[in-house]
């Protein structure tokens, strides 16, 4: 199965701190791959094999407070960390 790329603009940015806890967050998922965070631009890239894998990733990113650009969020399931600097 060949694998596609996701690049996903997330709102409520993130600092150097927040990128470790997301990324392991997503690191959990199984078959996504070649996680990279980019602090400046607010963007989350990977590879995945199937639809349902970059479903469970916006449900991932949604729940710790960093929904994709555009999805209406209403900040309650926020999850900050005593080291965010954001």
């Known amino acids: 199965m060949k694998t596609q790329l996701a690049r ?15 990324k392991s967050r997503l690191s959990d998922i199984k078959s996504i791959s070649n996680i990279q965070l980019y602090v400046t631009d607010s963007l989350v ?9 970059l479903s469970d990733v916006l449900n991932v990113l949604s729940e710790i407070g960093h929904p994709e ?11 900050t960390s005593k080291l965010c600097l954001c």
Not at 8 to 22: D, P, R
Not at 72 to 79: F, I
């Open 45 to 53: 890239v990977f590879n995945f094999l199937r639809a349902n894998e």
């Open 8 to 22: 996903i603009q997330v709102q409520n940015a993130f600092c150097t701190n927040c990128k470790n806890s997301i």
């Open 69 to 79: 650009i555009g999805e209406r969020y209403s900040g309650t399931n926020q999850v």
